[in-house]
């Protein structure tokens, strides 16, 4: 059903019965011959893709995708990591500091399509295991041993299934207080443009070792010869290197990139409840316990997860305090996420990499964890019979007991006593024989989270003419406060290796018949306008819940340092994020999430959002929101420049259309 080309192999496919070919087209690169092949004469637009994890417009190619990295693992991959450029083209100045100074980085080169649970895998399985890698030049030039250490990336997002290039461009990052996002380690990048021009571009006196990183004639001697006629044209210039660093794939397809990565590191996380009334007025100070807890090192890593629907009879909402601190060197979570690729290392042909038995094919490291709203979107909905059958247990013992005999569950979502919950007796006793019958006829086993949740609002909501709306409201609030505290252990701390814990996805869960939608606003954490989007999520969600609506999700907030990126989405100094996500197919979620969307895109609200997920902000007001630091009239004269002013254009799309990236 598309078109497909393997190396330099063309192969077209038609419809038989009307003869044309079917859209859209799909390409499947191995080389850079490949991309210059395809990017020389485009029949029309080109998007470039990888893991297929972006929810924005800007991952839908008007016409033809390239794929880095087929998501179904059936098609070859352009993810290599490369030699011929280092050490085969590295400067001497590069070397001279490389081989003179301590081993506190390692430039590693990488072709696009390389995911990142395969990437953290070789560097810690260390890439001296390869003879021709600038860790063994080092060695056997001077004998040198520290670089054939085991290393790692600095910082990484919660999803090791996406492509390392597919995660910088779009503004990925991580919660490390103190670090850049993941585009801020990448020191050089290999970019093929419309028209099939390519470029080696470098960060200038900036970045890591702030040296050229190839000896120019060495480099044009490598890939002008295997270019197909077009010579490379290497720039060093901070303006482009930071304009195409991300870019929403408006550029270009990127073809490979260097990395600067790091020595490899344990980490130490743990868990704690809380509610957000307290944490909020924690958050802008970094001298309070949030930030600093006694006995302790230094946070590395802060994360604040919300529960939007309330307890406390609508007064407060959980959230679950996520800390993360390096750690000793520790082989813990090894065997689990990566495995033994064996003697001598097992090779995956379709990537032509390390095959490691465990990256992407094992569950996530710790059994209690909070996992993200992709894991729960992908969960079969069975363990949910065993939350609402202990939920309606407790509330048995509650009616029975004409309200003495009071639960956890309950104490926590409603005020007790009086004529509070006693008044709602009658109302639980009619909501229970409902909540007895779905558990007995509905099939848990073989549906999702979502379903099993929309299934169980339906009862509770015919329900409540009979019983009245506080009484199911009061329900739903009980069973996803149960939910939310099920994934979570209060107190709860693992230590493992630093990707175990860092990439927390459930690679054997792959029962995802739901979709996630979600969004991601950034803010400068130095400012209150982090605080008040959330108030006005969980005043909204109050609201809906009133009319019998309710989102499944939760916000997560994180915090890290600003990028170097021109339209990056991590734009101050201190830079914090709400990531709002819910599952779709319970009613209510849509609602929120529309809101959300709608507050985020305010510009009195102040925030940007992330070019890889839900974006529904315009022209208009990317152009103010850059307006005062100019960032968008730099951006687009990089864009003039690869793109013969505007001339070569077929990797705008629909979307970059939208948000005004384009020559103007």
């Known amino acids: 059903m598309v078109n497909v080309k393997h190396n330099v192999e063309w192969r077209r496919k038609h419809d038989p019965a009307e003869g044309h070919r079917i859209a859209p087209t799909v390409w499947y690169p191995t080389s850079l011959r490949d991309l210059i092949e395809i990017c020389s004469n485009p029949p029309g637009g080109l998007t470039a893709d990888g893991s297929h994890y972006a929810l924005s417009g800007a991952a839908i190619s008007d016409d033809a995708f390239i794929e880095t990295n087929d998501p179904s693992n059936q098609e070859p991959a352009m993810a290599r990591t490369l030699h011929e450029v280092l050490p085969?083209?590295?400067?001497?100045?590069?070397?001279?500091?490389?081989?003179?100074?301590?081993?506190?980085?390692?430039?590693?080169?990488?072709?696009?399509?390389?995911?990142?649970?395969?990437?953290?895998?070789?560097?810690?399985?260390?890439?001296?295991?390869?003879?021709?890698?600038?860790?063994?030049?080092?060695?056997?030039?001077?004998?040198?041993?520290?670089?054939?250490?085991?290393?790692?990336?600095?910082?990484?997002?919660?999803?090791?299934?996406?492509?390392?290039?597919?995660?910088?461009?779009?503004?990925?990052?991580?919660g490390d207080i103190d670090l850049q996002p993941i585009a801020d380690a990448v020191e050089a990048i290999h970019l093929v443009t419309d028209g099939g021009r390519h470029y080696w571009i470098e960060r200038l006196d900036r970045g890591t070792w702030a040296v050229p990183l190839v000896d120019d004639a060495s480099l044009r001697g490598i890939y002008n010869e295997a270019s197909v006629g077009r010579d490379i044209e290497i720039i060093r210039d901070n303006s482009v290197f930071n304009s195409v660093l991300v870019a929403a794939g408006a550029l270009g397809v990127i073809y490979s990139v260097v990395l600067a990565v790091v020595p490899q590191f344990g980490l130490r996380q743990r868990t704690d409840l809380d509610h957000w009334e307290n944490v909020k007025a924690k958050i802008q100070n970094r001298n309070t316990d949030l930030w600093r807890m006694a006995g302790r090192p230094s946070t590395h890593y802060l994360g604040v997860i919300v529960c939007l629907s309330p307890i406390a009879n609508g007064s407060a909402n959980r959230v679950a305090i996520q800390r993360r601190w390096v750690a000793a060197d520790t082989q813990s979570g090894v065997a689990e996420r990566r495995g033994d690729p064996g003697t001598p290392p097992a090779i995956d042909p379709r990537t032509n990499s390390y095959l490691f038995p465990n990256a992407g094919q094992s569950h996530a490291f710790g059994l209690h964890r909070y996992p993200s709203m992709i894991e729960v979107a992908c969960s079969a909905g069975g363990f949910l019979e065993g939350v609402i059958s202990g939920l309606a247990d407790e509330i048995e013992r509650y009616v029975e007991s004409h309200g003495e005999v009071v639960g956890a569950a309950i104490l926590a979502v409603g005020a007790v006593g009086g004529g509070g919950l006693l008044a709602l007796l009658p109302q639980f006793a009619l909501l229970l024989v409902a909540i007895r019958a779905f558990l007995d006829e509905f099939?848990?086993?073989?549906?999702?989270?979502?379903?099993?949740?929309?299934?169980?609002?339906?009862?509770l909501m015919g329900a409540s003419e009979e019983t009245g709306l506080p009484a199911p409201t009061f329900i739903w609030r009980l069973v996803t406060d149960l939910f939310f505290g099920s994934m979570l252990t209060d107190g709860e701390e693992i230590e493992a290796v630093s990707y175990a814990i860092m990439d927390t996805h459930d690679y054997l869960d792959r029962n995802c018949f739901v979709d996630v939608d979600s969004l991601e606003v950034f803010f400068n954490s130095e400012e209150s306008r982090l605080l008040a989007y959330i108030d006005a999520l969980i005043a909204f969600e109050r609201n809906q819940q009133a009319e019998g609506r309710s989102f499944f999700g939760v916000v997560g907030i994180r915090f890290m340092r600003g990028t170097d990126a021109t339209v990056g989405p991590q734009r101050w100094s201190y830079t914090a994020s709400a990531e709002v996500a819910g599952l779709h197919g319970v009613r209510g979620t849509r609602e929120l999430m529309d809101y959300a969307s709608r507050l985020a895109c305010d510009l009195g609200v102040g925030g940007f959002l992330h070019w890889g997920q839900r974006n529904e902000t315009t022209a208009d007001w990317l152009a103010r929101t850059l307006q005062a630091s100019?960032?968008?009239?730099?951006?687009?004269?990089?864009?003039?420049?690869?793109?013969?002013?505007?001339?070569?254009?077929?990797?705008?799309n629909a979307q970059t259309r939208a948000w005004g990236l384009e020559v103007r």
């Not at 003879?131 to 997002?157: C, F, K, N, V």
């Not at 099939?443 to 009862?459: G, I, L, N, P």
């Open 88 to 174: 085969g083209c590295i400067s001497q100045s590069l070397l001279g500091r490389l081989e003179n100074e301590p081993a506190t980085h390692y430039p590693i080169h990488v072709e696009a399509g390389k995911r990142i649970y395969q990437l953290y895998s070789e560097l810690d399985y260390g890439v001296g295991h390869h003879p021709d890698s600038l860790a063994r030049y080092i060695e056997d030039r001077t004998g040198r041993r520290d670089y054939l250490q085991p290393w790692a990336l600095p910082t990484m997002g919660s999803a090791g299934e996406q492509t390392i290039v597919g995660a910088f461009s779009t503004g990925t990052h991580g």
């Open 443 to 459: 099939d848990f086993e073989d549906t999702t989270v979502a379903e099993v949740m929309e299934a169980f609002r339906k009862v």
């Open 630 to 652: 100019g960032d968008l009239g730099l951006w687009r004269t990089q864009l003039r420049r690869l793109t013969d002013d505007g001339r070569l254009n077929h990797f705008g």
